[in-house]
């Protein structure tokens, strides 16, 4: 208590001295400053000081104003009541931001110009005072601040945090200044400088003479400090060609493509115009562009050059792509495709292709099946079908390019090297004819510049076999006039006029060619050689009324005036070797058929049928038709054609003609039927008499068989009564030799007798056969002893049946003679029964 009450007994009796303390705390409290670390102090001079110059925002050393100095973390002693201290946290840039300044104070920007000069010295910023000396510019700084943590004056400079620019993969960043020097006139693009690094460093940029507007070099992926307020930053996809793709170019600055041409000359080291000021420096030209971008990612300016994506050139099999060229120089006059170039690999290096003289317009090289990165600006490419030649068939060929045919010439002459018409360089450098050619195409595939050649197909020239082939040549040398009245001569029948007119030429000679072609194929050039086809086998042509006959059948007028309808067939052939000569007479088979034969067979039949009557004609057909034959022979071996035939298969005649002509034969059949049927009775008369006959002819061999004995018995009685007579005429020799003339009779007479008997015999034996002169005897013996009642034939009663009593002695007689042919015997022995019946009869 006592403590407490001295001390305010002290402190009121020395109040003074707490007053002066409270006056030191209070000078000592506002005159010092402590500052955190994560603070700064902005200083404010009150009083006592000169005054700022006019203009100025912030003040410097002791000038009365807010301070453009700063104080940093730490204690910091102020006058009191001079200065004031107000307390700021750091400027923080985090991560992915960028600080963008702005000075509220500091020398006037230089007129046209946006952002103020940078000047160095101020530490980013943090020391306002060096800034404002070293002459910092009022308004918009060039300067950005990276992440990171400030002591920025915010009264000296405003401060506003940004993003940092990040161009993502497959991303370009596209800038625009926004301050720089003008662009030049005529340009579109800034020029690059150096020493800004991707336009981070505003100040290089501005110092190097950057130009305002839109840059031609862009920022690649990753993240970039770039002042947005310098440089507006627009993001864009990068160029990316897929594959099976190509990248049409067209640059939008650059220098003018000289006069006559239309794309850019090819310039190096824009690295596929990735690096536009590189295209520009080169001396780049503006407009479409001769190269291409293959597949690939390609970090290329959009607004510099435009991009067209086309698909890849895709020649499948079985396809030919001609192009035109849509630059180079002129095609020469007269011709109409340009002349091939080395070194373009199939157009895909259009540079190469302009700079080694490439000509405008459509190109005589082809594409083959494949996969071309062709610049379709440059190049326009038509896909057409390649040349399919299918078996039996050949391809001729024309051309649409060359030097001319020669007069009087319809076919090129041939030249070696083109490849089948393949090669169409080959065929110019060669002096190749424009128009028809001669070598045509064979089966197969061919790959073939349309433009340069067309192509038809024509069926294979195929001679069977029974046929040859007349070639008539349109190539070859002009037979001479001697050689056509040779030639001429040469032919049968032929006169030397005619030979003029029709002659045949050898191989190698225009005309008609002398030797023909046999059977087979040939892969002819129809334009070139002409190939008539001729049957040398017999052709037959029908004149009838059938519906699959050439002609109809012939109507004449007979000489009585009757009309007669005639069929005929006429049959000729042609000798291989004379086909020629009748191909040069009449052309070809239906020009004879048409305009000979048919008009020589007409008149021939019309001629003969009206020298005769219709029945005459009818009637006489043969001969008529062998007029005919022989009338066709001799006409058709003047064309060279042999007449193998002339047939009349059938003769009409007017229907009441026929009428008359059927009436009279059937009367004339009528009364040869009832002739007939007079022979006919007749003959029946004479059957009953043979068959009358026939039922007596066992009684007519039993008769005959008793003639012939006694035919036998008058010989036998004539030579005794020659034996009589040869005795009475010897008796007048003499008695004396009456003796042995009796003797020499009864010798005579037997030798007579058995003379006789042995001649009847062997008569007998040669009319009948040994065999029936038995029977014979046999028989004789059963008559001799009939008649003297030895035997009895005839019963005392008698029964018979359907037949006569001849068929019953018959059956008696072959009982009674078993083995014994009785039938036989008795036809062997009619015509003996026969001869001697009458002496029978007579006896």
Request: glycine fraction near 10%.
């Amino acid at each position: 208590m006592y403590d407490a009450v001295a001390l305010f007994s002290w402190i009121a009796h020395h109040y003074y001295y707490f007053l002066a303390f409270t006056v030191l705390v209070i000078l000592l409290w506002n005159s010092v400053v402590v500052v955190g670390g994560n603070e700064i102090a902005l200083i404010e001079r009150r009083w006592f000081g000169s005054k700022m110059p006019q203009g100025r925002v912030v003040a410097l050393g002791k000038e009365v104003g807010i301070q453009a100095r700063t104080l940093g973390p730490g204690l910091h002693f102020l006058i009191p009541f001079i200065y004031k201290a107000t307390k700021s946290v750091f400027t923080e840039i985090l991560e992915n931001e960028i600080g963008l300044i702005e000075s509220v104070d500091g020398s006037a920007i230089p007129s046209g110009r946006i952002f103020a000069t940078v000047v160095a010295g101020h530490n980013s910023f943090q020391d306002g005072e060096t800034f404002i000396k070293n002459g910092g510019q009022k308004g918009p700084q060039i300067e950005v601040l990276p992440p990171g943590k400030y002591r920025i004056n915010p009264y000296l400079f405003k401060l506003t945090k940004g993003s940092v620019t990040e161009i993502k993969d497959f991303e370009i960043g596209i800038v625009e200044s926004v301050d720089g020097v003008a662009i030049p006139e005529g340009k579109i693009f800034a020029q690059a400088v150096a020493g800004h690094s991707s336009f981070q460093n505003g100040e290089a940029f501005i110092t190097n003479s950057g130009q305002k507007g839109p840059q031609i070099e862009i920022i690649p992926p990753g993240n970039y400090r770039i002042n947005p307020y310098l440089f507006k930053v627009t993001k864009g996809e990068a160029t990316k060609i897929n594959e099976g793709e190509i990248g049409l170019v067209e640059s939008a600055d650059g220098s003018a493509i000289p006069a006559g041409r239309i794309f850019a000359n090819v310039v190096p080291g824009h690295n596929s115009f990735q690096s536009g000021q590189d295209f520009i420096k080169s001396g780049g030209q503006k407009g479409p562009q001769t190269e291409i971008l293959p597949p690939g990612v390609y970090r290329i300016h959009p607004n510099l050059f435009k991009i067209t994506k086309a698909a890849a050139v895709v020649i499948a099999k079985g396809e030919v792509g001609m192009v035109t060229a849509q630059d180079g120089a002129p095609i020469p006059m007269g011709r109409l495709l340009a002349q091939s170039v080395q070194g373009h690999s199939n157009y895909e290096n259009g540079e190469v292709f302009l700079k080694n003289g490439g000509q405008k317009g459509p190109q005589i090289d082809v594409l083959l099946p494949g996969t071309y990165r062709i610049n379709l600006n440059l190049f326009q490419v038509q896909v057409a079908p390649a040349v399919v030649i299918e078996a039996n068939k050949v391809g001729l060929v024309t051309a649409l390019d060359g030097i001319p045919l020669p007069e009087r010439e319809y076919v090129a002459s041939p030249i070696s090297g083109h490849n089948d018409y393949q090669d169409g360089s080959a065929f110019l450098t060669k002096q190749g004819q424009r128009g028809p050619q001669l070598d045509v195409l064979r089966p197969g595939t061919y790959y073939i510049n349309p433009f340069m050649f067309s192509v038809e197909l024509d069926d294979v020239a195929v001679i069977e076999r029974g046929q040859v082939g007349v070639v008539v040549s349109n190539v070859g040398e002009d037979p001479t006039e001697e050689m056509k009245k040779r030639l001429g001569s040469s032919q049968n029948g032929a006169t030397e006029e005619e030979g003029k007119e029709k002659y045949v030429v050898p191989t190698g000679f225009r005309g008609i060619q002398e030797e023909v072609a046999g059977p087979g194929r040939y892969y002819l050039n129809r334009r070139a050689f002409m190939v008539y086809v001729i049957d040398t086998t017999n052709i037959t042509i029908d004149w009838d009324d059938q519906e699959d006959t050439r002609f109809d059948q012939l109507t004449v007028i007979s000489k009585d005036g009757f009309p007669i309808q005639v069929s005929v067939k006429v049959v000729i052939r042609v000798r291989p070797d004379q086909a020629p000569y009748m191909v040069a007479k009449v052309g070809s088979i239906d020009n004879l058929i048409q305009h000979v034969i048919h008009p020589m067979i007409d008149s021939s039949f019309r001629n003969q049928a009206s020298t005769a009557s219709a029945m005459n004609f009818l009637q006489s057909r043969s001969e008529e038709q062998t007029k005919a034959e022989n009338r066709a022979r001799t006409d058709l071996e003047r064309y060279h054609v042999e007449c193998v035939s002339v047939l009349i298969c059938q003769i009409r005649l007017p229907e009441e003609l026929m009428q008359t002509q059927t009436k009279r034969i059937i009367a004339e059949q009528q009364q040869e039927m009832y002739k007939m049927e007079q022979r006919s009775q007749a003959e029946r008369t004479e059957m009953e008499k043979m068959r009358a006959t026939a039922d007596q002819q066992p009684t007519l061999v039993a008769s005959e068989i008793a003639v012939k004995v006694a035919t036998q018995k008058k010989t036998e009685m004539i030579t005794l009564a020659e034996g009589t007579a040869e005795s009475k005429a010897l008796e007048g020799v003499g008695e004396g030799k009456r003796l042995k003339a009796i003797g020499d009779g009864e010798a005579s007479k037997i030798a007579a007798i058995g003379e006789a008997t042995a001649q009847a015999y062997s008569k007998q034996q040669e009319a009948i056969g040994e065999e029936a002169i038995k029977q014979i005897k046999i028989v004789e013996l059963i008559s001799t002893a009939i008649q003297n009642g030895n035997i009895k034939i005839v019963p005392d009663v008698l029964v018979t049946g359907g037949g006569n009593a001849t068929e019953g002695l018959m059956g008696m007689l072959t009982k009674l003679l078993p083995g014994v042919d009785i039938p036989a015997l008795v036809k062997q022995s009619a015509p003996s029964a026969a001869i001697g019946r009458p002496e029978s009869g007579r006896a």
